[in-house]
């Protein structure tokens, strides 16, 4: 309809007004301060100080800041203006007058002091940012014009301001025209060339471009001829865009600025630069493309670059620096791309500081070797300690070690020098050897043990326990040479293990001794006597016996001193018995030998050689008397001949008896003995014993006198004599101390003169001897020293062991505290150093309780999803029974079919839907045969890939119609992502979300409002996840709380309709008076409003009502970190994607956006609904109240509000007291949503980058049903044009490996479905429901390539296992160290043990959690192949660009340290995981309970109808007795193909004519189930073919609005004559 002139003056003002605005909010961009909203910043203005501050960033010598009045404006806040607010205005004049704006834009001081006509005051202000572009001072301004939103109340309001000032509002876009005009003459050249150029541009000639571009007025530069036609394209595409915005700015009535459309010339000579750059910046890319160092270096010298610092000698630096960082921006942006201004000046500083570091390391290590030569050690350790070497620190006291060292091995070395490499590793060994000497020398144990073990020192076998040892060996060493060399430290170290060993030895043999002497065991005693460990001399095979016997005693005498019966004998006491035993030995044989020789002396008679051998003292007779020899010889010759008479048994063996009772036996013949009892001993009759020879002697001295006695015991009498001579002395001794105890005081003072003068002869004696041998009194004062020392450092070293387990405390904390640190350093630092990772490299073993957990996490998710999908049919199945509950009432039709489903129903909640779950595993597609198993990996591969790459999902999405999508989604995607239940699958799912977002916004969205008034799919399906399967419990726990608490307030009633308000009050005064009110029950709301009673009850219900929303708003902004991260970063995503394609709409607007999304269509419907969403418990068949759902509405209303800060007004006037509430509410969802939105990205919260699908443990698993497997293989096919155009593309080759789309029975396998039953397509729609668990795979592996050639993710996760295996085995600083040192047997040994140890772990994992193969085969190889193989997988990395040299090694260190940190964080992921799922499947049977109770509720209902049913048919009379009494089934129902015509149940039989109608009979049989049927169609009498009906299908037919029905494929039906014949005449209605 055409406007009115009225309407279009009324429009054209509020246009002016809309246009005033945009001006004003374009001014705030050229100020710089936070400012009000435009219609409020005018009012700012006025006090000057913002236009102030404005002067002096253009011109800060005209305006300093100390010259503005009220800087701060705290007096204008306080008083209001003031009148020297107007010098503000002034200086902002004078500064435009400093700078040459003409004045005709100047305001008058009172045109913004008095507020006298505010739009010139923006007038010259966009005047002013135009002037200063153009002198190259500030930014251009924005043009905001159709950018910015503003309310219909601020453009009124506006508009009101305007009608004030009654004033011509200024020409805006006459600006740049009246700017050109009053231009100086030099200015006005310039405009002109100008002018000129952008006329050639607009004519498209390259030639008059390039000639108007050279006119020197136009004060151009860095032209360039070639780039003519560059110039040319590039100022008119800026031309084109610049009209292109004027025009959609630009009111009819205002006329048009030149500059509107025109190109300024700061605008072309910026796009010359650009030009000029690129152009340069492509010569450098072709440079690096050809790896022409020389044409690189002539391109990086371009003026257009600017590039600093270039060296052409390091030409070939900058091509291999620069081109590196290019392969690395292309594998960061995914394409070649080539290196922008800032890049290349990055690389080139890289290059120079590498090539200063190359060549002061190459000066200093040729110095080195230079020194080296010279034989000067101080002068080497000087070239030593140079920094730029690079080399470890070095000790100057240690000079003459590294001279003597390094000297040949320079000789050895095949050029006659030494490298820096060669010269770091000696250099750090021979520093650990110098370390280790200055503790020798200082005496500083831990210093030497802590320099003994370090790696850097490279020492073998060394032992803890062995520290003091080690320690006084080197140290004599260390006294015989001025410094050990590292053989000296080896040889010290290997003597101590061997002393060691040997007395490691030697203990254990004493031990096997007393061990011995316990089991009474001669034999075993020997035995251990003669080891060579126990270090016993003097050990005889023939005295086992007699050392048996003395070290049984000798135990058994230690036992009873020290009280102890377990105690044993130690090596002196039993080298002392071994002694003690050989003498025993002795003794008897010497004393067995004299008295054989006693024997035959007698035996020959003479008296002379008896005497002498009876005084042998082997013999040991007492009291023999040289006189009496006669009588000796015939007193034994005597008794030799009665032994004699007695009779001779010829036994060679005597035995002696000892003292101690043990038995010495000899042997006469051979002249030899022993302690062992001889087997079959007899003692020799005739020989004389040793106790019958002292018997005759001392019975011949007593018959000889006493004389002779005396003479005979003159020892005995001896030794009396000197007894009682002791005895005596010992008296007189006694006396003399008696007497000088009486003269004790003149003692004691003349012993103290003798003493002090003894002192002092002594002392001067001792000083003179001291001052003649000083130097040996300094030696041993030190010796002393040392000694004092040592003692002191042995009573500390008790201390230590007495208080051992205070030690371990101390020695723990600290271990402790050092683990805590490096795992700081590992978590905070970006490269942490080898040891940190070596420590903790450990972690990244999988344990069996990993094991055990991921078994467990992957059973979990199973039943999860499992239990998920049948709570869902459970769901179906009773909104079914609803439905057909419905339909029966409707219809009156019986409740058999209705019971049957419940039964089914009943039975499926039972058994879990077990039998609709599992494939026959001897079938179809989980067959054991090569096709099925083909076509299963074949589907493994499909839904991986699907998986993984979620750009295809998306795609697929809006290629379908939107209600196919939704079921899609619902029931494909989420299966496929297992309902988001690990962080893979979720973090998987979360992406396929966010890219169908950005694809939807960026197809399908228009403008920013669109995404709150549609419906976008995405957002749909979104919100249906997080709402209802992953957010179910996050809105229970963010909103379950406040709400009960709300709903449990009876006090509060909410009504802020006035008229409820209004009815509410009469109702209740008629109740309490018991009179009808006089006052009218229909009122409008305002006549409502004019009584105060329901005034004050609007109040009261509007403060109740704020009470109750704060409750609600604290619950929601105070759980941000209960929401959903699905939910937070989609509205994240959300945002940016509206902020990309639509730069132009303002944060506030965003935000709005942000909040419909979060709140209104997340949280608002839980608010209103809570019964609906399961956010608040209610029990089976209660109900929220209407009072209740009226005050949720109601503050779910106020969150909208707030929300969208949409103030009431028009129809709820009455609420507008809530506006300032609203408006506060909104800023708190402002900082709620701003919250919201700040999460980290999805890698970051999942722990996932692109190695996490190589390096995870079990493969994903999901479930899905057969229908689905098929919808989704033939939605592909039918789409796979638009998803894959490339020939090339994975997703083609799988399809193509998938061939056609399978039947139901292609994977059910044959034989399964009968070709004649009639219930065939039912059954067949049964087993599309059931489900199949594919194991996911990827075709593409990344170790499945026959050419063994991985790419950059497996060949990175290869080397970081390699890594950690040769780090944990050998000892190293930093992996360069490790990788070049040799690895010994040892180290080869513990590798060997480590890889069977996992080979073990990895027999015990199940299949579906095995490593790759790739891996494991890595770990049959030996330390030495795998530095190997490490050394040329990091060459190989660095070619790939997935590493950056020189930092190759700390880079992969650091990569493995975050591995650990992740895998920390996994551990604790899925422990967190399996709490959730164990809630999470107890959720879901508690909901499963809950539909149980609701079928028990659908049970009660039907049963009660059955009854009511059957006492209906009681009172049916005779007709019921007799259908009572028949028991068969009902007859069937025959009928013609005319009959059925005629009544209108049969419409037509495609190809046969109406004619032939009576040659066709259909019977209609009832089932043995009730409400099924059998049609048989008859032709002519000959049956034909057979349909199965189901009455309850009928009924679902008539319900969805089907008239007509297709039987046998051929006949017509329709569907409601049919119903009402079947109700006629088999359910009797």
Same mark, same amino acid.
């Given at each position: 309809?055409?406007? +009115?002139?009225?309407?279009?003056?009324?429009?054209?003002?509020?246009?002016?007004?809309?246009?005033?605005?945009?001006?004003?909010?374009?001014?705030?961009?050229?100020?710089?301060?936070? @400012?009000?909203?435009?219609?409020?910043?005018?009012?700012?203005?006025?006090?000057?100080?913002?236009?102030?501050?404005?002067?002096?960033?253009?011109?800060?010598?005209?305006?300093?800041?100390?010259?503005?009045?009220?800087?701060?404006?705290?007096?204008?806040?306080?008083?209001?203006?003031?009148?020297?607010? +107007?010098?503000?205005?002034?200086?902002?004049?004078?500064?435009?007058?400093?700078?040459? =704006?003409?004045?005709?834009?100047?305001?008058?001081?009172?045109?913004?002091?008095?507020?006298?006509?505010?739009?010139?005051?923006?007038?010259?202000?966009?005047?002013?940012?135009?002037?200063?572009?153009?002198?190259?001072?500030?930014?251009?301004?924005?043009?905001?014009?159709?950018?910015?939103?503003?309310?219909?109340?601020?453009?009124?309001?506006?508009?009101?301001?305007?009608?004030?000032?009654?004033?011509?509002?200024?020409?805006?876009?006459?600006?740049?025209?009246?700017?050109?005009?009053?231009?100086?003459?030099?200015?006005?050249?310039?405009?002109?060339?100008?002018?000129?150029?952008?006329?050639?541009?607009?004519?498209?000639?390259?030639?008059?471009?390039?000639?108007?571009?050279?006119?020197?007025?136009?004060?151009?530069?860095?032209?360039?001829?070639?780039?003519?036609?560059?110039?040319?394209?590039?100022?008119?595409?800026?031309?084109?865009?610049?009209?292109?915005?004027?025009?959609?700015?630009?009111?009819?009535?205002?006329?048009?600025?030149?500059?509107?459309?025109?190109?300024?010339?700061?605008?072309?000579?910026?796009?010359?630069?650009?030009?000029?750059?690129?152009?340069?910046?492509?010569?450098?890319?072709?440079? =690096?493309?050809?790896?022409?160092?020389?044409?690189?270096?002539?391109?990086?010298?371009?003026?257009?670059?600017?590039?600093?610092?270039?060296?052409?000698?390091?030409?070939?630096?900058? =091509?291999?620096?620069?081109?590196?960082?290019?392969?690395?921006?292309?594998?960061?942006?995914?394409?070649?791309?080539?290196?922008?201004?800032?890049?290349?000046?990055?690389?080139?500083?890289?290059?120079?500081?590498?090539?200063?570091?190359?060549?002061?390391?190459?000066?200093?290590?040729?110095?080195?070797?230079?020194?080296?030569?010279?034989?000067?050690?101080?002068?080497?350790?000087?070239?030593?300690?140079?920094?730029?070497?690079?080399?470890?620190?070095?000790?100057?006291?240690?000079?003459?070690?590294?001279?003597?060292?390094?000297?040949?091995?320079?000789?050895?070395?095949?050029?006659?020098? @030494?490298?820096?490499?060669?010269?770091?590793?000696?250099?750090?060994?021979?520093?650990?050897?110098?370390?280790?000497?200055?503790?020798?020398?200082?005496?500083?144990?831990?210093?030497?043990?802590?320099?003994?073990?370090?790696?850097?020192?490279?020492?073998?076998?060394?032992?803890?326990?062995?520290?003091?040892?080690?320690?006084?060996?080197?140290?004599?060493?260390?006294?015989?040479?001025?410094?050990?060399?590292?053989?000296?430290?080896?040889?010290?170290?290997?003597?101590?293990?061997?002393?060691?060993?040997?007395?490691?030895?030697?203990?254990?043999?004493?031990?096997?001794?007393?061990?011995?002497?316990?089991?009474?065991?001669?034999?075993?005693?020997?035995?251990?006597?003669?080891?060579?460990?126990?270090?016993?001399?003097?050990?005889?095979?023939?005295?086992?016996?007699?050392?048996?016997?003395?070290?049984?005693?000798?135990?058994?005498?230690?036992?009873?001193?020290?009280?102890?019966?377990?105690?044993?004998?130690?090596?002196?006491?039993?080298?002392?018995?071994?002694?003690?035993?050989?003498?025993?030995?002795?003794?008897?044989?010497?004393?067995? =030998?004299?008295?054989?020789?006693?024997?035959?002396?007698?035996?020959?008679?003479?008296?002379?050689?008896?005497?002498?051998? @009876?005084?042998?003292?082997?013999?040991?007779?007492?009291?023999?008397?040289?006189?009496?020899?006669?009588?000796?010889?015939?007193?034994?010759?005597?008794?030799?001949?009665?032994?004699?008479?007695?009779?001779?048994?010829?036994?060679?063996?005597?035995?002696?008896?000892?003292?101690?009772?043990?038995?010495?036996?000899?042997?006469?013949? #051979?002249?030899?003995?022993?302690?062992?009892?001889?087997?079959?001993?007899?003692?020799?009759?005739?020989?004389?014993?040793?106790?019958?020879?002292?018997?005759?002697?001392?019975?011949?001295?007593?018959?000889?006198?006493?004389?002779?006695?005396?003479?005979?015991?003159?020892?005995?009498?001896?030794?009396?004599?000197?007894?009682?001579?002791?005895?005596?002395?010992?008296?007189?001794?006694?006396?003399?101390?008696?007497?000088?105890?009486?003269?004790?005081?003149?003692?004691?003072?003349?012993?103290?003169?003798?003493?002090?003068?003894?002192?002092?002869?002594?002392?001067?004696?001792?000083?003179?001897?001291?001052?003649?041998?000083?130097?040996?009194?300094?030696?041993?004062?030190?010796?002393?020293?040392?000694?004092?020392?040592?003692?002191?450092?042995?009573?500390?070293?008790?201390?230590?062991?007495?208080?051992?387990?205070?030690?371990?405390?101390?020695?723990?904390?600290?271990?402790?505290?050092?683990?805590?640190?490096?795992?700081?350093?590992?978590?905070?630092?970006?490269?942490?150093?080898?040891?940190?990772? #070596?420590?903790?490299?450990?972690?990244?073993?999988?344990?069996?309780?990993?094991?055990?957990?991921?078994?467990?996490?992957?059973?979990?998710?199973?039943?999860?999803?499992?239990?998920?999908?049948?709570?869902?049919?459970?769901?179906?199945?009773?909104?079914?029974?609803? *439905?057909?509950?419905?339909?029966?009432?409707?219809?009156?039709?019986?409740?058999?079919?209705?019971?049957?489903?419940?039964?089914?129903?009943?039975?499926?909640?039972?058994?879990?839907?077990?039998?609709?779950?599992?494939?026959?595993?001897?079938?179809?597609?989980?067959?054991?045969?090569?096709?099925? #198993?083909?076509?299963?990996?074949?589907?493994?591969?499909?839904?991986?890939?699907?998986?993984?790459?979620?750009?295809?999902?998306?795609?697929?999405?809006?290629?379908?119609?939107?209600?196919?999508?939704?079921?899609?989604?619902?029931?494909?995607?989420?299966?496929?992502?297992?309902?988001?239940?690990?962080?893979?699958?979720?973090?998987?799912?979360?992406?396929?979300?966010?890219?169908?977002?950005?694809?939807?916004?960026?197809?399908?969205?228009?403008?920013?409002?669109?995404?709150?008034?549609?419906?976008?799919?995405?957002?749909?399906?979104?919100?249906?996840?997080?709402?209802?399967?992953?957010?179910?419990?996050?809105?229970?726990?963010?909103?379950?709380?406040?709400?009960?608490?709300?709903?449990?307030?009876?006090?509060?009633?909410?009504?802020?309709?006035?008229?409820?308000?209004?009815?509410?009050?009469?109702?209740?005064?008629?109740?309490?008076?018991?009179?009808?009110?006089?006052?009218?029950?229909?009122?409008?709301?305002?006549?409502?409003?004019?009584?105060?009673?329901?005034?004050?009850?609007?109040?009261?219900?509007?403060?109740?009502?704020?009470?109750?929303?704060?409750?609600?708003?604290?619950?929601?902004?105070?759980?941000?970190?209960?929401?959903?991260?699905?939910?937070?970063?989609?509205?994240?995503?959300?945002?940016?994607?509206?902020?990309?394609?639509?730069?132009?709409?303002?944060?506030?607007?965003?935000?709005?956006?942000?909040?419909?999304?979060?709140?209104?269509?997340?949280?608002?419907?839980?608010?209103?609904?809570?019964?609906?969403?399961?956010?608040?418990?209610?029990?089976?068949?209660?109900?929220?109240?209407?009072?209740?759902?009226?005050?949720?509405?109601?503050?779910?209303?106020?969150?909208?509000?707030?929300?969208?800060?949409?103030?009431?007004?028009?129809?709820?006037?009455?609420?507008?007291?809530?506006?300032?509430?609203?408006?506060?509410?909104?800023?708190?969802?402002?900082?709620?949503?701003?919250?919201?939105?700040?999460?980290?990205?999805?890698?970051?919260?999942?722990?996932?980058?692109?190695?996490?699908?190589?390096?995870?443990?079990?493969?994903?698993?999901?479930?899905?049903? @057969?229908?689905?497997?098929?919808?989704?293989?033939?939605?592909?096919?039918?789409?796979?044009?638009?998803?894959?155009?490339?020939?090339?593309?994975? *997703?083609?080759?799988?399809?193509?490996?998938?061939?056609?789309?399978?039947?139901?029975?292609?994977?059910?396998?044959?034989?399964?479905?009968?070709?004649?039953?009639?219930?065939?397509?039912?059954?067949?729609?049964?087993?599309?429901?059931?489900?199949?668990?594919?194991?996911?795979?990827?075709?593409?592996?990344?170790?499945?390539?026959?050419?063994?050639?991985?790419?950059?993710?497996?060949?990175?996760?290869?080397?970081?296992?390699?890594?950690?295996?040769?780090?944990?085995?050998?000892?190293?600083?930093?992996?360069?160290?490790?990788?070049?040192?040799?690895?010994?047997?040892?180290?080869?040994?513990?590798?060997?043990?480590?890889?069977?140890?996992?080979?073990?772990?990895?027999?015990?994992?199940?299949?579906?959690?095995?490593?790759?193969?790739?891996?494991?085969?890595?770990?049959?190889?030996?330390?030495?192949?795998?530095?190997?193989?490490?050394?040329?997988?990091?060459?190989?990395?660095?070619?790939?660009?997935?590493?950056?040299?020189?930092?190759?090694?700390?880079?992969?260190?650091?990569?493995?340290?975050?591995?650990?940190?992740?895998?920390?964080?996994?551990?604790?992921?899925?422990?967190?995981?399996?709490?959730?799922?164990?809630?999470?499947?107890?959720?879901?049977?508690?909901?499963?309970?809950?539909?149980?109770?609701?079928?028990?509720?659908?049970?009660?209902?039907?049963?009660?109808?059955?009854?009511?049913?059957?006492?209906?048919?009681?009172?049916?009379?005779?007709?019921?007795?007799?259908?009572?009494?028949?028991?068969?089934?009902?007859?069937?129902?025959?009928?013609?193909?005319?009959?059925?015509?005629?009544?209108?149940?049969?419409?037509?039989?495609?190809?046969?004519?109406?004619?032939?109608?009576?040659?066709?009979?259909?019977?209609?049989?009832?089932?043995?189930?009730?409400?099924?049927?059998?049609?048989?169609?008859?032709?002519?009498?000959?049956?034909?073919?057979?349909?199965?009906?189901?009455?309850?299908?009928?009924?679902?037919?008539?319900?969805?609005?089907?008239?007509?029905?297709?039987?046998?494929?051929?006949?017509?039906?329709?569907?409601?004559?049919?119903?009402?014949?079947?109700?006629?005449?088999?359910?009797?209605?």
């Amino acid at each position: 309809e055409r406007l +009115t002139a009225e309407e279009m003056d009324e429009q054209r003002i509020q246009n002016v007004a809309y246009q005033y605005l945009c001006h004003l909010e374009e001014a705030k961009s050229l100020l710089h301060e936070e @400012l009000p909203a435009p219609t409020e910043l005018e009012e700012g203005l006025r006090n000057g100080v913002l236009l102030a501050k404005l002067g002096h960033c253009f011109a800060p010598s005209s305006v300093p800041l100390k010259k503005i009045y009220d800087l701060d404006q705290g007096r204008y806040e306080a008083a209001g203006l003031n009148f020297r607010h +107007t010098d503000n205005i002034n200086h902002w004049r004078n500064a435009m007058a400093e700078v040459g =704006l003409p004045s005709i834009f100047y305001p008058e001081t009172t045109d913004i002091y008095d507020r006298k006509n505010m739009p010139r005051t923006v007038y010259c202000i966009h005047a002013l940012s135009l002037y200063l572009f153009r002198l190259g001072l500030a930014p251009p301004i924005q043009d905001l014009y159709g950018k910015v939103k503003f309310t219909e109340e601020e453009i009124n309001n506006m508009k009101r301001e305007l009608d004030k000032y009654g004033i011509q509002m200024p020409a805006f876009s006459k600006i740049g025209g009246i700017l050109a005009n009053e231009l100086s003459v030099d200015e006005a050249a310039v405009h002109a060339a100008v002018i000129a150029i952008n006329e050639a541009v607009e004519r498209g000639s390259v030639e008059d471009t390039a000639r108007a571009l050279r006119n020197p007025n136009a004060m151009l530069t860095s032209l360039s001829d070639a780039l003519a036609p560059v110039y040319q394209e590039m100022l008119h595409q800026a031309r084109a865009q610049k009209a292109t915005s004027a025009g959609k700015r630009r009111n009819g009535s205002e006329e048009k600025d030149i500059y509107e459309e025109y190109l300024t010339q700061a605008e072309i000579q910026s796009n010359i630069n650009k030009v000029n750059e690129q152009a340069a910046l492509e010569c450098v890319d072709e440079a =690096l493309e050809h790896a022409d160092a020389l044409a690189l270096y002539t391109a990086l010298q371009s003026p257009c670059l600017a590039l600093r610092a270039l060296q052409r000698d390091h030409a070939h630096l900058y =091509l291999e620096q620069l081109a590196a960082d290019r392969e690395q921006k292309a594998l960061d942006l995914g394409c070649v791309d080539a290196l922008d201004r800032e890049e290349l000046q990055e690389g080139v500083w890289v290059a120079n500081e590498e090539a200063q570091r190359s060549h002061t390391m190459q000066l200093a290590v040729r110095q080195i070797n230079e020194a080296l030569q010279g034989g000067d050690a101080r002068q080497t350790v000087r070239a030593l300690m140079n920094p730029d070497a690079q080399l470890p620190d070095v000790f100057p006291f240690a000079a003459e070690l590294y001279q003597h060292e390094l000297a040949p091995l320079q000789r050895q070395s095949a050029q006659g020098e @030494l490298q820096q490499e060669e010269l770091f590793v000696a250099v750090e060994m021979l520093s650990a050897v110098a370390l280790i000497n200055r503790a020798l020398e200082a005496g500083d144990v831990p210093g030497f043990w802590t320099a003994l073990i370090s790696p850097a020192v490279g020492l073998a076998d060394i032992d803890d326990g062995l520290v003091q040892r080690y320690f006084e060996e080197l140290s004599g060493l260390r006294g015989q040479a001025p410094l050990l060399t590292w053989n000296d430290l080896q040889g010290g170290v290997n003597a101590v293990n061997l002393a060691a060993q040997e007395e490691h030895d030697q203990i254990l043999a004493i031990g096997l001794i007393n061990q011995a002497l316990s089991r009474s065991d001669p034999e075993r005693t020997v035995a251990a006597l003669l080891l060579p460990s126990s270090g016993l001399e003097g050990v005889l095979l023939a005295n086992a016996r007699r050392y048996h016997d003395v070290l049984t005693r000798a135990r058994r005498l230690k036992a009873e001193e020290t009280g102890d019966p377990g105690a044993e004998l130690w090596l002196a006491e039993i080298q002392e018995g071994v002694r003690w035993a050989n003498q025993d030995s002795q003794r008897a044989l010497k004393m067995s =030998l004299g008295l054989a020789a006693v024997n035959q002396a007698v035996k020959e008679g003479k008296a002379s050689q008896t005497l002498r051998v @009876l005084r042998l003292p082997e013999v040991a007779l007492r009291n023999v008397v040289p006189e009496r020899a006669g009588a000796y010889q015939a007193e034994l010759s005597a008794l030799l001949r009665s032994k004699a008479l007695q009779g001779d048994n010829r036994s060679p063996w005597l035995r002696h008896a000892l003292l101690d009772g043990s038995s010495y036996y000899f042997h006469l013949q #051979r002249l030899e003995g022993g302690w062992e009892r001889p087997q079959g001993f007899e003692q020799n009759s005739l020989y004389l014993l040793h106790s019958e020879i002292q018997a005759v002697v001392s019975g011949v001295a007593e018959a000889s006198g006493r004389q002779a006695q005396w003479q005979a015991s003159a020892p005995m009498l001896t030794r009396l004599q000197a007894r009682a001579r002791g005895f005596l002395l010992r008296r007189e001794l006694t006396q003399r101390r008696f007497f000088l105890k009486r003269q004790l005081p003149a003692i004691i003072t003349i012993q103290a003169h003798w003493r002090r003068y003894r002192q002092q002869r002594a002392y001067r004696q001792r000083l003179q001897y001291l001052y003649q041998h000083w130097r040996s009194v300094v030696k041993i004062q030190a010796c002393v020293r040392m000694w004092l020392t040592r003692r002191r450092y042995r009573a500390r070293l008790r201390h230590f062991r007495k208080n051992v387990w205070a030690v371990v405390k101390i020695q723990a904390f600290f271990r402790a505290n050092k683990a805590r640190e490096d795992y700081r350093m590992l978590v905070s630092s970006q490269s942490p150093p080898l040891s940190v990772v #070596r420590t903790f490299a450990h972690l990244l073993e999988q344990s069996d309780a990993d094991i055990r957990q991921e078994g467990e996490l992957l059973r979990l998710r199973g039943e999860v999803v499992r239990t998920i999908r049948a709570n869902r049919q459970l769901e179906s199945d009773l909104d079914l029974m609803d *439905l057909k509950i419905g339909l029966l009432v409707r219809n009156r039709v019986t409740l058999q079919e209705v019971v049957s489903h419940c039964k089914k129903l009943t039975k499926k909640n039972k058994e879990q839907l077990s039998d609709m779950m599992a494939l026959d595993k001897q079938k179809g597609l989980k067959s054991l045969s090569k096709e099925k #198993r083909e076509k299963l990996e074949a589907y493994q591969h499909l839904f991986y890939l699907l998986q993984t790459q979620p750009l295809y999902l998306a795609q697929l999405i809006f290629l379908m119609p939107q209600s196919k999508s939704t079921r899609f989604l619902e029931s494909v995607i989420f299966t496929l992502f297992n309902y988001g239940s690990d962080c893979r699958e979720a973090y998987l799912l979360l992406q396929l979300f966010t890219a169908a977002l950005r694809q939807e916004i960026r197809l399908k969205v228009d403008q920013p409002q669109e995404v709150v008034t549609g419906n976008p799919t995405v957002i749909r399906l979104l919100l249906s996840f997080y709402r209802n399967i992953r957010g179910h419990n996050a809105l229970r726990d963010v909103l379950g709380p406040a709400l009960r608490e709300l709903l449990q307030d009876k006090g509060h009633s909410i009504r802020t309709d006035p008229v409820e308000i209004y009815k509410s009050w009469v109702n209740q005064t008629e109740s309490q008076t018991g009179q009808k009110s006089s006052l009218p029950y229909e009122v409008s709301a305002e006549q409502a409003l004019s009584h105060p009673e329901v005034q004050r009850r609007l109040d009261i219900a509007m403060r109740h009502l704020k009470t109750l929303t704060d409750r609600l708003l604290t619950a929601i902004t105070s759980n941000l970190d209960k929401l959903p991260y699905g939910m937070r970063y989609t509205a994240k995503v959300l945002k940016e994607a509206l902020q990309e394609k639509f730069p132009q709409a303002s944060e506030d607007e965003l935000y709005k956006i942000v909040g419909n999304l979060l709140y209104y269509r997340y949280m608002n419907p839980a608010v209103v609904a809570p019964d609906g969403f399961d956010v608040l418990e209610f029990s089976a068949g209660s109900a929220l109240l209407p009072d209740q759902r009226r005050t949720l509405g109601s503050v779910a209303r106020i969150l909208q509000h707030g929300a969208a800060h949409k103030h009431f007004q028009g129809d709820s006037a009455h609420l507008r007291a809530l506006n300032d509430y609203i408006t506060l509410t909104h800023a708190k969802f402002r900082k709620f949503l701003v919250a919201a939105c700040d999460v980290p990205e999805p890698e970051e919260r999942f722990n996932m980058d692109e190695y996490s699908e190589t390096v995870i443990l079990n493969k994903p698993l999901v479930y899905i049903s @057969l229908g689905e497997l098929i919808n989704t293989h033939q939605l592909l096919l039918e789409h796979k044009d638009s998803l894959c155009p490339d020939p090339t593309d994975p *997703l083609r080759e799988l399809l193509r490996d998938l061939g056609p789309v399978p039947s139901i029975v292609d994977l059910i396998g044959e034989g399964v479905v009968s070709p004649g039953d009639a219930n065939a397509e039912q059954t067949l729609a049964q087993y599309s429901k059931m489900e199949v668990s594919l194991t996911l795979t990827s075709k593409f592996d990344i170790f499945g390539s026959a050419d063994d050639k991985p790419d950059a993710r497996g060949l990175l996760l290869s080397t970081k296992q390699l890594i950690i295996d040769v780090i944990r085995m050998q000892p190293g600083d930093t992996l360069g160290q490790v990788l070049q040192a040799s690895s010994s047997q040892d180290q080869e040994t513990q590798h060997v043990r480590m890889m069977q140890r996992r080979a073990q772990r990895d027999a015990r994992t199940p299949e579906k959690m095995k490593r790759n193969q790739s891996l494991v085969a890595d770990g049959n190889l030996s330390l030495e192949e795998k530095k190997r193989k490490i050394l040329r997988s990091l060459r190989r990395l660095e070619g790939l660009g997935v590493l950056a040299p020189p930092d190759g090694e700390a880079q992969i260190l650091a990569l493995i340290a975050k591995d650990i940190r992740n895998q920390r964080r996994h551990r604790q992921r899925r422990q967190a995981e399996l709490v959730k799922l164990r809630q999470t499947l107890h959720g879901l049977d508690c909901k499963s309970a809950f539909h149980c109770e609701q079928i028990d509720y659908y049970s009660q209902y039907i049963r009660t109808c059955l009854d009511n049913l059957t006492a209906k048919h009681r009172g049916s009379g005779k007709k019921s007795a007799e259908s009572k009494s028949k028991k068969g089934k009902q007859p069937t129902l025959s009928y013609t193909a005319a009959r059925l015509h005629e009544k209108g149940v049969l419409l037509e039989i495609e190809d046969l004519p109406v004619t032939q109608f009576k040659n066709v009979i259909f019977d209609i049989v009832p089932g043995e189930e009730g409400g099924t049927f059998l049609v048989k169609a008859r032709f002519m009498g000959v049956d034909m073919e057979r349909f199965p009906l189901k009455y309850q299908d009928l009924l679902q037919l008539q319900y969805e609005g089907v008239a007509v029905m297709k039987m046998f494929d051929k006949a017509k039906i329709n569907v409601n004559l049919l119903i009402f014949l079947l109700n006629k005449k088999f359910f009797k209605k």
